[in-house]
C-alpha cells in the first residue's frame, strides 16, 4: 500500500521560475512531514521539514506549504537555479517512530 | 568525516552469491535504517534499529535478507543468495534518536549479474 503519493513525476522550470511539487498522504498519524533532496551518485538530503501544527514552513527559497484536512503538502521552491536541479522527495512518519515513508520521487530540471 | 559511511560504494556479483553491505553511522547516533532504491523508484523501507530494542524488519522483503548492528555503531545488511531483482541502491541512514532527522550515506550500488 503506497500511502505517500507525489507528483508529478518530473517537472522542467525556467530559472527564476517557481517549481512546485506535491505530496498526499493517507495515514493521518503521520505528523512529520520533511522534503529531500538528491543529486546524482548522492544520498537524499534533509532540505526543509513540517509539522501539521503550522500551515507554512519557509527556509531562503524553500517552502512547505500544509493541508492538514486535505492530507496534502506541497514543496515550492521559489526563484529556481539551475543548482536546484536534482530529485525531491517528499515523505512522512510518525513523531514518537523514525521510519519514513517516501514518495515516488520528482527529476526536477531547471534550465539556465 | 563526519557523515554515515557506507562501503562499498559499488558491488557487482553473480546471481546466487552473498553479499554483505556495511554502514558506518555517525557518532552517537542510536537509530540506524537501511532503506532500497531501485532505478526511478523511491526510498522503501527494510529495517529500523534502535538503541537496544528489537528492529523492526517488516520492511525485508524476503527471509533472504538480514541486518544485525552492533551496539550503537556498525551495522551490516546481508543478501543471501542474490537474485536479478535485488540490483539496486541500498541506503544506510542514522538519527541522534528516533525522532530526529535522519541522514543519509550515499549508499552502495547493488548489481546482479
Known amino acids: 500500500q503506497q500511502q505517500v503519493k507525489q507528483s508529478p513525476q518530473s517537472l522542467i522550470v525556467q530559472k527564476g521560475g517557481i517549481s512546485i511539487i506535491n505530496c498526499a498522504y493517507e495515514n493521518t498519524a503521520f505528523d512529520y512531514f520533511p522534503w529531500y533532496q538528491q543529486f546524482p551518485g548522492k544520498g537524499p538530503a534533509l532540505l526543509i521539514a513540517?509539522?501539521?501544527?503550522?500551515s507554512e514552513k519557509k527556509e531562503g527559497r524553500f517552502t512547505i506549504s500544509f493541508n492538514k484536512s486535505a492530507k496534502q503538502f506541497s514543496l515550492h521552491i521559489m526563484d529556481s537555479q539551475p543548482g536546484d536541479s536534482a530529485t525531491y522527495f517528499c515523505?512522512?512518519?510518525?513523531?514518537?517512530?523514525?521510519?519514513?515513508?517516501f514518495g515516488q520521487g520528482t527529476i526536477l530540471t531547471v534550465h539556465p | 568525516g563526519a557523515g554515515v559511511s557506507q562501503s562499498p560504494s559499488n558491488k557487482v556479483t553473480e546471481k546466487g552469491k552473498d553479499v554483505e553491505l556495511r554502514c558506518d553511522p555517525i557518532s552517537g547516533h542510536t537509530a540506524l535504517y537501511w532503506y532500497r532504491q531501485s532505478l526511478g523508484q523511491g526510498l522503501e523501507f527494510l529495517i529500523y534499529f534502535q538503541g537496544n530494542s528489537a528492529p523492526d524488519k517488516s520492511g525485508l522483503p524476503s527471509d533472504r535478507f538480514s541486518a544485525e548492528r552492533t551496539g550503537e555503531s556498525v551495522s551490516t545488511l546481508t543478501i543471501q543468495r542474490t537474485q536479478q531483482e535485488d540490483s539496486a541502491v541500498y541506503l544506510c541512514?542514522?538519527?541522534?534518536?528516533?525522532?530526529?532527522?535522519?541522514?543519509f550515506g550515499d549508499g552502495t550500488r547493488l548489481s546482479i549479474l
Open positions: 515523505a512522512a512518519r510518525k513523531t514518537s517512530y523514525g521510519k519514513l515513508t
Open positions: 541512514a542514522s538519527s541522534l534518536k528516533d525522532n530526529q532527522p535522519q541522514h
Open positions: 513540517i509539522r501539521p501544527d503550522v
